[in-house]
């Protein structure tokens, strides 16, 4: 999203149906009262407003910055209607991260089985989504944006490479609570694989697996010949 973000042509919009996600699960996150009272929660609402959007502030692109897990008592008819990137994680390092805010996290709680099972009805579809893996991202950025951009048809720009070390106008108002540690950063920080797994998180990492290596087979792969 930052990395969007710091493109001229484009207008970010931060997780437009969290409030939605919120209301329909009644789960307990970090702020959901606030969330609650802030966004509107009426997921239809707020995706038929979002693709009647004529005015992007002079922009040309809508990049919304969506979590699977939100998609939950609401109609996918809208998705087509994009071109859709699916950005996987590493069970084996995104566990441990959702741990922090959510304990004892489940299998619904990464998305995972969701992202599968989406990707593959976009792409029936003739949609073509797009799978880019964070480790391949974090390995080369440039590489894997430039690709991403060829993909999308736009033109790959520099700025998407780094942002200042801030919080930023685009971020929703549950970004003090997740975000710390993206504030601190003013780039794509090099990957770096946790040293260790938490013993009580195997039997979930074991769910998540079979989903994350079917997506990360069909990822987006650092262009070796261009390094």
């Given at each position: 999203m930052y990395s969007f973000a710091q493109r001229d042509d484009t207008k970010v919009v931060d997780e437009p149906l969290y409030g939605h996600y919120l209301l329909v699960t009644?789960?307990?996150?970090?702020?959901?009262?606030?969330?609650?009272?802030?966004?509107?929660?009426?997921?239809?609402?707020?995706?038929?407003?979002?693709?009647?959007?004529?005015?992007?502030?002079?922009?040309?692109?809508?990049?919304?910055?969506q979590m699977t897990k939100h998609l939950v008592d609401i109609e996918y008819d809208f998705l087509p209607k994009f071109k859709n990137i699916f950005l996987i994680?590493?069970?084996?390092?995104?566990?441990?991260s959702l741990a922090v805010n959510i304990p004892k996290p489940a299998l619904a709680d990464t998305g995972l089985d969701l992202q599968w099972k989406l990707y593959k009805n976009l792409k029936s579809l003739g949609n073509k989504p797009i799978v880019v893996d964070s480790r391949e991202l974090l390995m080369n950025p440039e590489n894997i944006l430039k690709q991403l951009c060829n993909y999308l048809n736009l033109e790959f720009t520099h700025?998407?490479?780094?942002?200042?070390?801030?919080?930023?106008?685009?971020?929703?108002?549950?970004?003090?609570?997740?975000?710390?540690?993206?504030?601190?950063?003013?780039?794509?920080?090099?990957?770096?694989?946790?040293?260790?797994?938490?013993?009580?998180?195997?039997?979930?990492?074991?769910?998540?697996?079979?989903?994350?290596?079917?997506l990360s087979s069909e990822a987006i792969k650092v262009n070796r010949e261009t390094i």
């Open positions: 009644g789960i307990k996150h970090p702020g959901r009262k606030e969330i609650m009272g802030t966004v509107n929660c009426d997921g239809r609402f707020v995706m038929d407003d979002l693709l009647k959007m004529n005015e992007l502030d002079g922009k040309k692109v809508l990049f919304l910055k994680r590493d069970p084996k390092d995104m566990l441990p700025s998407m490479l780094s942002w200042p070390a801030e919080p930023r106008k685009e971020d929703g108002i549950w970004a003090k609570y997740w975000y710390q540690s993206l504030h601190k950063s003013n780039g794509f920080q090099s990957y770096q694989a946790k040293p260790s797994f938490p013993v009580e998180l195997k039997q979930i990492l074991s769910e998540c697996m079979p989903f994350y290596e079917k």
